[in-house]
């Protein structure tokens, strides 16, 4: 079978490089273009972008030339977006426009009412809303985004409860720094520091779970009916965020009952090549999960949970810019191509 093109969007940045690390070797894709800035474009991308990942950068990578952000430009059948918020709003849209499926990490159109925002394990059938969207549009192509990388890992883990009736969350996040780029937080404002606020991220973890837990009804997303209230902090953790989270559920569940159903939960995605084992790992030790000892589990797709007590509280953690951003986007484009969009 052959291989589908993808294409990289904003390829230099911090999400861009764990895209191009994500599809280097993936069995489905293959990485047919790479586009950045006008100030990259035209360049070899060794020399546009210094690499900051722990793996080595293929040579043939690293020979590739820069493109610029344009439909006409970019030989692609699906493209990911690690684009700036400001840009992507337009720029994705035109790709889409254009006949590409777009798989989007941005926020530009995540409570956008005709885009389905993804977690495949939770939210799969949302994909039907394609079909308005195009007919919405005029689209050839399509568009899709994943959650914020906070929302992506307590969403994540409401999905086994829901059958207990979620009634409200309340969310305190450790958030790792690579959450902010490489130059986002300078060393000297993080180290020996908590930061209490990161602009934005409570506004949007507070509202993205409910449309993701939502049911598809009659050509639209009916947003599920409970509340989150969070509180978002950066700490000096270089990758993986932490999250406490307390729920109100209205069956009264057992620590031991949501224990089982997070064991239980399998989401039938084992097809999937990116999709992990097991997409819920249960950890019984007092002390986990830890981001430096669980954040690669699942090679970084898996969400660890543990601590958990009557009421019901609970310690969640995932790799942030693996399942929170770029594995997330490869993770739907697999989706895509198995569901037939691709």
């Not at 790992?281 to 007092?286: K, S």
Request: net charge negative.
């Amino acid at each position: 079978m052959a291989k589908i093109k993808a294409g990289v969007l904003g390829a230099t940045g911090a999400v861009g490089q764990r895209f191009i690390e994500g599809l280097k070797e993936h069995p489905w894709f293959e990485l047919s273009s790479i586009a950045a800035s006008e100030r990259s474009a035209g360049k070899k991308y060794s020399i546009a972008a210094k690499w900051r990942l722990e793996s080595e950068l293929p040579k043939d990578i690293g020979e590739m030339t820069v493109v610029n952000v344009d439909p006409d430009e970019v030989e692609a059948d699906v493209v990911f977006s690690a684009l700036p918020a400001e840009e992507a709003i337009k720029v994705e849209a035109d790709f889409a426009a254009a006949g590409f499926a777009v798989a989007s990490n941005t926020s530009s159109y995540r409570m956008v009412e005709d885009v389905p925002l993804l977690i495949p394990e939770c939210n799969k059938e949302h994909l039907e809303i394609i079909k308005v969207q195009r007919e919405n549009h005029g689209w050839d192509g399509f568009l899709t985004t994943n959650p914020n990388c906070t929302t992506i890992m307590f969403a994540l883990s409401l999905k086994p409860l829901v059958k207990f009736g979620i009634e409200k969350v309340i969310l305190s996040s450790m958030q790792a720094i690579s959450g902010a780029g490489y130059d986002g937080i300078p060393s000297m404002a993080i180290m020996d520091n908590v930061i209490p606020f990161i602009s934005g991220e409570e506004e949007k973890v507070e509202r993205e779970a409910q449309k993701i837990l939502g049911t598809y009804e009659g050509g639209r997303i009916v947003p599920a009916d409970f509340e989150v209230s969070a509180s978002c902090h950066r700490v000096p953790v270089m990758d993986g965020h932490t999250e406490a989270i307390w729920i109100t559920l209205r069956d009264d569940p057992t620590p031991e009952e949501v224990r089982q159903a997070f064991l239980d939960f399998d989401p039938q995605l084992s097809d999937l090549p990116t999709e992990p084992e097991r997409a819920i790992i249960v950890r019984d030790e007092p002390d986990r999960p830890q981001p430096r000892l669980d954040r690669q589990a699942g090679r970084g797709m898996s969400i660890s949970v543990g601590r958990i007590r009557s009421g019901i509280r609970y310690i969640c953690m995932g790799h942030n810019t693996v399942r929170g951003a770029a594995g997330a986007s490869i993770l739907n484009a697999e989706l895509f191509r198995k569901v037939g969009l691709l």
